[in-house]
C-alpha cells in the first residue's frame, strides 16, 4: 500500500483527492492537513464523508508527515509548495504540487507572473509538468510532479495533435475558456458569492491570466517554436466543469475527415482523452466527476480555421484525478487505477 | 455473474442503473432496451458512456430477454411493469420495478391514485415493497420487487424510528418534500423546461400527489395501524436531490437526545443511513451520487414537535442504487455491493 | 419631492432600495451611505446602475443626513437603527428600518431572540409594524416603520384571513419556507459561497430562527389570542424569492371555494395580492423583481388542513419594495407609486 | 395612443413585449395572438401578469388585426412575418419583425442559411435593418423592420467603432458567444430541458449558426468591405444574457486608452450603451431585464489583438426592447420611452 498524505485537505482540490485516494485499492491515507479544521474529523468538515472517511484533520508538521508517506500532495495555492518539496527531495519521497510551483521549466517567469520568490529554481530541474498524455515516460522517472492547471489540461489537450502535426499556425491560437466557481476554491470571495454569481456570465483576468505562460510553455514545446496565445476565461454559474473552445488558422487546406483522424491515432490508446463523434459537441456534464477529457473539432472552410472545443471536469482531469494519474504512473500502477468512473448524467 | 437487462434504458432512472450496473463486480450487463432509440450505441445517446458502456439500445422482445436474464429491472412510467412481471414470473426470473406497479398490498388503492387497471393483483402478492431497512428479510425470499418511490424513501427512512417506538401522534405527520428537476424524468414538460424551472420553487400536486398512498401504507404499517398524511413536494432549481422535512406532534415529553438515541439505534448497522451530528441539517449536496439517507432531528419544546430532514439522491438511493442494493440482497450479495461511494462534494 | 437618504446603502436590500427610489417619481435620493465604499461612484459598486445613478458613496454622518432628508431608511443588520431612529425622532423626521428593530410590541423578546440591547424600548411605543395589508392606518400617523421581515411577510400575507375569520387553530400552524440566498444578504460566508449552494437544498435555523417570534406576534394580533408556530426556512440555489407552504388544521368544516371567498374579499381591494386561479399554485419567478404576494390555498379534506402557499420577492414585498409602500402611505402618496411592476418571466 | 398587435404573443419574446408595451405611456396594446392558447386570458398563461394585462390570446385573424393597429410586432419563428408584412404594407401600417424574415439585404443569403423561401424579396427593400445606434435615421423612414437577432445586437454593438475607425483587420474576427436559455424559446426541446442544461456549458451551431451571415452583412457594411467571421455559440446555463467576447487583430499599433476613447466618443450620445471603466469586465447580470449594452475592451500587446465583450440581456436589447426603441424612433417619440429601467442586480 503507499501511503499517500495530503497538505491542504480542506480545500475543493483537496476534499476531491480524499474522495479519490479513499477508494483507490493501493492507497493507505495517512495525514490530511487543515490548519483551519485542525483537531477536526474530517467528515465534520465534508459531512459527504460521514461513514466512509474517519481521518482527523491535523497540523502541518511536514517532517515528521514527510518521514510517514511515499507520496505527499500538496494543495495548497501556490507558493506554498516549495518548502514541503525540499523534505520530500530530501528524504527521497514522491512529491505532486497541485499548485503552480512546479509547472514551469523556467522559474524567471513563474516569478513574473505569480510575483512571488520561487524559492529553490534548482528543484524545478527534478521537476517534470505532470500531462501523462504528453509526458507519461518522463513522469514515470520523475520525483517531483508540478500537476498541471485545469485551464492548461483542457487546452494542451485539445491542441497538441494538430501542433505536434503542424496543422496550424502557431501564434494564431486563441483560447476561449469556460469554467465552474469550483475553480475559484473554497475561499471566500464575491466573485464566488452566488448571489453574484448564479444567472451570470463574465470574462475575467483578460490578457493577465496566470495560466497564460504556462498554456504557451506547454505547446510550445509541442509546436517546437515559442508561441504567444490569447487566453481568456470566463466564469460560469456551475461548479465544476470546464470547456475551451479554441480557434487556430490552418497551414494549408485540411478536411474535418483528415484532422479527426489526426487527433484520433494521436489518443487511440488514452484511456480518459475521448474524440466525440462528429458534429456531437463536449458538454461539460458528460465528464461530470470523470478522469475524461472529451473533445471534439471542425475545420471550418469559410475561415480556414480549425475550432476544437474540450471539456474536462477542473477538479477531476485537471486537479486530483489528473494528480491520482500521476500517482499510479509514479508507482507504477496500472495508469487507470482508481479513476474508471464515467461522467454522471444527469 | 448475473445477467442484468434495464427495461426503458434511456430515462434517467435507466441511465442511472446502467452505470451503477457496468461497474457492478457482479454483473454482466445483457440488454439495454429503447423504444426511442433501437438500434443506436448507448454511448450515442449518453456521451458521458463513451469508453465505457458499449451496448446497443434494443428493441423490447421482452420474453427473449426475460429468457437470457437473471433479473429484469422495469424502469418505465407506472401501468407497463405487469406484462414483464408476468413473463419473468413464469420463468422464474427476478423482477425489481422501478415503477409504482408493485409498490402497493392493496390493487384497489393503486388503480385509485393512478387511475388505471393494475393488470394482474395476484401478482401482487409475490412482490415486496423494497425498502431494505425496513424489509430485508421478505426482500431476500421475494421475485419481485416494487422499488420504492423516491418520495416515500425518504420519508419511511425518516420516519421509521419514530412510529416504530410510537413516539408520535400518527396523524400529526406533515411532510414538506422538495425535490430536484430529475424526479420528472426526461420526458419534455414546460414544467422541466430550464427556463420555467431556473430561478424559481413552487409546491405541486397539493393533496393529491401519487405518492400519498404509498407513504400512507407503509408508515401505518410501522405505526401499527391506518393513518392519513399530509404531503407537499416542490420543484427545486436542482438536477438531483430530494429533501423532506417532516412535523409531528409527540406522544409524550421527550429530550432530542433522547429522540437520537432511538434512532441511532435503530440504524446502527445499516451501511446507508447516517444521522448527522446535533446541529448540523442534512444537505442535498452531501449525498449527491451516493445511495446514502442523510438524517437529523430536534424536539422542538416550544410547540412540542419533533422535526426531522432526510436527505436522498432521488436517482440513486430513491430509484437505482436502492434497486441494486435490492439485487444484491435477492442474489446473497453483500449488501453494499458497487454501491459505496461517497457523496460528490462539491 | 421627498428626500430620501439610504443608510447601509450597498446591501442588496440597499441597491433594491436605490434602484426603487431613483425611479420614484416623487423622490429625490438624497445620501447613500457606504463603511466599505466611502468615496466610491455608487454605480462602481453597482455597475447595473451605470448611467442612471450618479450619486457617491458617504460616510454615515447620520446628525446632517436626518437634518437634510425627510425619510430615512436604514438598511444596516439589526441592532444599528435606534441610534438612526433617535436623531430622526428627535428632528421629527420619518425613519424606516428594514432591520428587526423596530418590528416588536415587547423589547424584552427581540433581545431574548436577537440577544442584544434594544437600547430604547421607549421609542418602539412610537412605532409600527409596517405591513400595509394589515396595519394601513396605524402607518399613516406613524413616524417610525418597523419595515417587516420578508419571511414574516409572506406568511402573514398567506394566513390572515384565516386567523381573522377563526377557520384554523391558532397552534396547529406549521410554516414550511424556502428562501433564495439573496435573503442571507452580500456578507461573505460559507453557506452563500456558490459552490455550497448550487445543487442544493437544507433546513436553518430549526426551531430557533429570529422571525419565528416577529410570526407569532403578528399572527397572534390576527387570531386575537397568543399562538405558537413551528416555523423551518430552508435554502434554495436561486437568488430571489420566499416561498411559504403553511399547513393548519381547520376548526370545522369548510371547502376550498368557501375559504377562497374568504380570502377573496380579504383582498379585494389589495393592488399586490392576489389570490390565483384554483389549482394554478404560486411560483416564485412569478412575483420576480415585483412588490406581488401570491396565494393559493386547499382544502385537504382527507386531513382537515387547510394548505397556503404564499410566495414574494424577499427583496421586494420582502424589503425595499414593502419599505417604498411604506413611506407612500407615510408621505400620502398614491400607495401604488413607483411599485406597479409585474414579475419578470422569463 | 399607438395601437400595438403582437403576433405570437405568448412566446419568451412576446411575453417580454407585452410586459414593455403594457407600461408604455404611448401604447395601448389591441390585439394578442396564440395559436396553443385562443380564448384564455393572457394573464393564465403568464401569471406574473395576473392584475397587470386583463387582454385574452386571440387567434391570428391577420387582416382585421392590422387594419385596427398602427403597428404590428411578429414575435413568431422565422418565416411567417413575410405574409403578415404584405397585409401591412398593403395598409401602410408599421411592422417590427423579430424573427429572421427582414434582416437580410439578399434574399437569397436568408434563404441559403435559413432553408426556406422567403417570399417576397421585393418586399426586403422596404425594411431596415433595426439597429438604431447604427441605422437611426433610416430606420424612422422605414415601414418594415427586420428587428436584430440577439447574437447580432451584442457583436455589432461591440465592434462597430473599431470597424468604422478600421482599426482591426477585418477577416480576423473571431466571436465566442454565450447565451442564456431563454434564447432557444419556449419550445419544448431536450436542449432547453433542465437536466440537460443545468451544471452544463456547450458549444452548438458550431460553423453554421443561422447567425453568421447577419453578423456578416452588417459588419461588413460597416469595414466597407465583405468579410468573413468565426461565430460560435454557447448554452450558458442561466435564463437571459448574452456574452460574446471578441478577438479581433489590430491593424496598427494603439494603446487601450486610445481605442477606449474612439468607443466612448462613438457612443457619447447613446443612452443605451456603456463602456464600462477600464478592468471591469461586462457581467451579463448588470443589464438584467434592461435595454442596456455594457462593453469593455483591452488591447493585448502581447498578441496585437484586441479583445472585446458585450453583455446585452437577450430578450431585451437582444429582441423586445430593441424592438420598442424601433416603434418610439418609427413614431418620432423619446426614444428611450419605456425602456428607462437599470438591470435588476442581485
Not at 64 to 76: G, M, N
Request: aromatic share 8%; hydrophobic share 40%.
Amino acid at each position: 500500500m503507499i501511503k499517500a498524505s495530503v497538505i491542504g485537505a480542506t480545500g475543493y482540490t483537496g476534499v476531491e483527492l480524499v474522495r479519490l485516494l479513499d477508494k483507490h485499492e493501493q492507497v493507505e491515507l495517512k495525514y490530511l492537513t487543515s490548519q483551519t479544521y485542525e483537531g477536526q474529523e474530517y467528515a465534520s468538515v465534508y459531512p459527504n464523508l460521514a461513514g466512509y472517511c474517519t481521518k482527523e484533520c491535523v497540523a502541518g508538521d511536514i517532517s515528521k508527515i514527510v518521514a510517514e508517506s511515499d507520496v505527499i500532495f500538496v494543495a495548497l495555492p501556490h507558493g506554498h509548495a516549495v518548502e514541503v518539496a525540499k523534505k520530500a527531495d530530501a528524504q527521497g519521497k514522491k512529491l505532486i504540487d497541485l499548485g503552480a510551483d512546479f509547472r514551469f521549466d523556467d522559474g524567471a517567469i513563474y516569478e513574473k507572473w505569480y510575483k512571488v520568490a520561487h524559492g529553490d529554481h534548482e528543484l524545478l530541474s527534478k521537476s517534470v509538468y505532470g500531462l501523462p498524455e504528453i509526458n507519461r515516460a518522463e513522469i514515470k522517472e520523475a520525483s517531483i510532479i508540478g500537476n498541471p492547471g485545469c485551464y492548461p489540461t483542457s487546452v494542451i489537450l485539445g491542441l497538441a495533435p494538430a501542433l505536434q502535426h503542424k496543422l496550424i499556425e502557431p501564434n494564431s491560437i486563441i483560447i476561449d475558456a469556460k469554467s465552474g466557481v469550483s475553480g475559484a476554491g473554497r475561499k471566500l470571495a464575491l466573485t464566488s458569492h452566488f448571489v453574484e454569481v448564479n444567472e451570470n456570465i463574465n470574462a475575467y483576468g483578460v490578457g493577465n491570466h496566470r495560466h497564460t505562460p504556462e498554456i504557451e510553455q506547454e505547446l510550445g514545446k509541442l509546436a517546437g517554436e515559442s508561441l504567444t496565445v490569447s487566453f481568456t476565461p470566463h466564469l460560469v454559474p456551475m461548479t465544476r466543469g470546464i470547456l475551451s473552445t479554441i480557434y487556430a488558422t490552418l497551414k494549408g487546406n485540411w478536411t474535418t475527415a483528415e484532422v479527426r483522424k489526426i487527433f484520433q491515432d494521436f489518443y487511440h490508446d488514452e484511456p480518459f482523452v475521448h474524440l466525440l463523434p462528429e458534429g456531437q459537441w463536449p458538454h461539460t456534464k458528460w465528464v461530470y466527476g470523470s478522469n475524461n477529457c472529451h473533445l471534439n473539432l471542425l475545420v471550418d472552410p469559410r475561415t480556414n480555421r480549425l475550432i476544437i472545443t474540450s471539456a474536462i471536469d477542473n477538479l477531476i482531469k485537471g486537479a486530483a484525478g489528473q494528480a491520482v494519474q500521476n500517482m499510479n504512473l509514479l508507482f507504477d500502477l496500472p495508469e487507470t487505477t482508481g479513476l474508471l468512473v464515467p461522467g454522471m448524467v444527469p
